[in-house]
């Protein structure tokens, strides 16, 4: 066979059997002829990903639960998680506060170092050397945050699709929107699912409701998760407790997963404490939290 014969057989075959067509034919796909559903993104959190299987493109994730529960942190760990860990990009938008909260939160999350004292003042130079480093890595990663007061509906789209269609951001967060509010805009949930479809990027959207009742539009979202404390606001390891319920709108009991909370940092655990991180305020624990080495 002369050369050109073979490299126009070979292109030939290449095409025939990558395709579509060829594949429904042989069986070789399993998804009756649909393409393969994308693999979700990870929280980073083991016991939520195994509940969930990620947050998946194009759907939209409404994370419930009253205030004080642990909503902000949970969201502002997935993200950076997402930013810094897998160099993901990501766009936070933030509608009670400035954006410059949700990133000192994330550096205390990745420092583990206390809230309270970033605020007043590091208690040692390891806890400002954390800090420090923990701010410039989150500087250097895709992450976008910003702080909006009284959008109007179209124009939060408008900065939605340019977060993700300019800045290439893969993950949408929206914290605490009160469309979401079963008293406020009653078709936003549904503008809000449209939205991640049209975009294809999981929407992970935060309200103040209690659900079932204060959630407004929870037919149009792909799963709630409810975070809550535990009756007697349960502690473990010296940690407190939180517990998530997670439901896809049919019969039968919520999937649930129990978290460790460390409320000084702000961060959540699988189980307890890592043992790296045992002494709560060491320094190799910290460390390793800052280069992504913890889950």
């Known amino acids: 066979m002369k050369r050109r014969d073979f490299c126009n057989a ?77 160099g993901i990009p990501v766009a936070y938008l933030r509608a009670e506060d400035f954006g410059d909260d949700v990133r000192r939160l994330m550096a205390c999350q990745l420092a583990c170092v206390d809230r309270g004292r970033e605020r007043t003042g590091p208690a040692s130079a390891g806890e400002s050397r954390r800090l420090r480093e923990a701010a410039e890595t989150l500087r250097a990663a895709p992450l976008a945050v910003d702080a909006w007061f009284r959008l109007h509906p179209e124009d939060f789209a408008t900065l939605a699709r340019r977060r993700v269609r300019e800045d290439g951001a893969r993950l949408l967060v929206v914290d605490s929107h009160p ?3 079963a008293s406020r805009d009653r078709g936003f949930a549904g503008r809000l699912r449209g939205l991640a479809r049209e975009l294809d990027v999981p929407v992970l959207a935060l309200t103040q409701a209690r659900v079932p009742g204060e959630l407004h539009g929870e037919a149009a979202t792909d799963r709630v998760l409810l975070l809550r404390r535990p009756a007697g606001g349960g502690r473990e390891g010296g940690l407190q407790t939180r517990e998530v319920l997670a439901a896809r709108h049919r019969a039968g009991t919520p999937e649930r997963a129990r978290l460790c909370f460390w409320s000084g940092p702000g961060r959540f655990f699988s189980g307890g404490l890592p043992a790296a991180v045992e002494g709560m305020f060491g320094i190799e624990g910290p460390a390793a939290v800052v280069r992504g080495r913890l889950p």
């Open 10 to 86: 070979t292109l030939t075959a290449g095409l025939l059997l990558g395709s579509p067509r060829f594949l429904r034919a042989i069986g070789a796909d399993d998804t009756g002829g649909r393409p393969p559903r994308p693999a979700g993104l990870r929280t980073g959190i083991r016991d939520l990903d195994a509940m969930l299987g990620g947050l998946r493109p194009g759907e939209l994730v409404v994370l419930a639960g009253p205030s004080g529960a642990g909503k902000t942190c949970l969201a502002a760990q997935i993200a950076a998680h997402a930013a810094v860990g897998g």
């Open 179 to 181: 469309g979401l509010l």
